[in-house]
């Protein structure tokens, strides 16, 4: 393990694991309480379901704009007083969050805590940017795709455990993840070192805190607004699995919803596997811009497969190769951070958090209207794969922007 940037080395693997655990739960944190949230709006809104489904809608919005709104913010507070405050008080609010979603009377008190839960949920960031102060160059997008395979772990972890949860009541799924977050504090007041020094320090700026001036800091380094186009389009692409998953599948081959959650069972599986493991093969053998580019091909390949093939089976079959193009993302994290200097780290973190947040935001929008212009009873040509081929063209899209304009990084 490289040292921090004073010298010191961390301890051991711990902070880590605390690192890879965070991740995990905010992860988690979010699958853990969708099996229960329509039961939950309806139990304090009433209604329909369709009604809660609307509701359910605006809190999910709400979640992502404020981790696009936050993430700068909260990276460059990392820059400026620490990883460690940082990530532990989030970690600390984020407890306290959950259960106040447990306790949650009001429609407005949950569409609180959501927007509050959207705040904490940013410091993927901070998390990221305590991996590149104790990586060597070499060691990063091997330490990112830590980070992948612990987002795609809490992916698979949240939804099993919040329906199990949930046939306690539908309450019980928030305080569990009140306690997973609490005892990850508890870890982390006890293993996390501080990799921020004098040396490293930033002051804090308002104008590099917002996403707007943290964007245009970022880009004025190397290739970044290049780069970041890259990122985009490649995260917009790859929304179209929870974007639309259920419903093509459905549309396409008569999955039942068991299956349909295996399906993405697997899927999560496959993609901690690539960036927890397989990226620690590949990289030194092809490097980073290599990496992206072998990345970005097999997505193209995996979407326009997984929207053109008939059979279910198949697609089943495909899930495994459709996680190769998850060692792109690290890469493409490690050249930026490579280009950035140490007192940068956060900051980039958190426009990268906030770029991700917007296709977020805009993916479901693009991907089920896709989806639904080419499978309404009035449509002029059945294709239930549809979004997917969308995925496709714009991976070749960023495929094309990266191969014209590549930085020179290994």
Not at 74 to 95: N, T
Not at 256 to 280: D, N
Not at 325 to 331: E, L
Request: proline share 6%.
């Amino acid at each position: 393990m490289s040292a921090s940037p004073d010298g010191a080395a961390p301890r051991g693997r711990l902070p880590i694991l605390f690192i890879m655990a965070t991740v995990t739960i905010d992860s988690m944190g979010i699958g853990l309480i969708l099996p229960v949230l329509p039961d939950l709006i309806l139990e304090i809104e009433g209604g329909t379901l369709a009604g809660a489904a609307l509701w359910g809608g605006v809190l999910a919005t709400s979640f992502a704009v404020m981790q696009f709104l936050c993430g700068p913010l909260l990276g460059a507070l990392s820059d400026r007083f620490g990883r460690r405050p940082v990530l532990l008080v989030s970690l600390g609010v984020m407890a306290l969050d959950y259960l106040v979603m447990a306790v949650a009377g009001t429609i407005w008190l949950l569409l609180a805590a959501r927007i509050v839960g959207g705040i904490t949920a940013a410091t993927q960031a901070t998390a990221t940017a305590f991996l590149s102060d104790i990586s060597a160059p070499q060691e990063k997008a091997a330490r990112f795709g830590l980070v992948g395979a612990s987002f795609g772990l809490g992916f698979v972890l949240g939804p099993l455990f919040g329906g199990l949860l949930g046939e306690m009541g539908t309450r019980a799924p928030f305080y569990a993840a009140a306690a997973l977050s609490g005892l990850n504090l508890l870890l982390g007041l006890a293993v996390l070192p501080e990799t921020v020094t004098a040396a490293t320090r930033r002051p804090f700026r308002w104008g590099a805190a917002n996403p707007l001036g943290a964007v245009r800091r970022i880009g004025r380094l190397a290739g970044a607004w290049r780069l970041m186009t890259v990122f985009f389009l490649n995260q917009v692409a790859f929304y179209v699995y929870p974007a639309t998953w259920a419903y093509f599948t459905q549309a396409r081959f008569g999955w039942e919803p068991g299956l349909t959650g295996v399906s993405l069972g697997v899927f999560g599986l496959s993609i901690a596997v690539v960036q927890g493991g397989l990226i620690r093969v590949v990289q030194p053998r092809l490097g980073e811009r290599r990496m992206v580019g072998a990345g970005l091909a097999l997505s193209v390949g995996a979407f326009t497969a997984l929207a053109l093939v008939p059979s279910g089976a198949v697609v089943m079959a495909l899930i495994p190769f459709a996680a190769l193009g998850a060692i792109a993302p690290p890469a493409l994290k490690s050249i930026m951070a490579q280009a950035a200097s140490a007192d940068e780290q956060g900051t980039l973190q958190g426009v990268l958090t906030s770029v991700n947040a917007v296709a977020v935001i805009l993916a479901p929008l693009l991907m089920t209207s896709t989806f639904a212009a080419f499978t309404h009873p009035g449509a002029p040509v059945a294709f239930p794969g549809a979004a997917f081929l969308l995925a496709a063209m714009l991976v070749a899209a960023a495929l094309a922007v990266f191969a014209r304009h590549a930085p020179a990084v290994a």
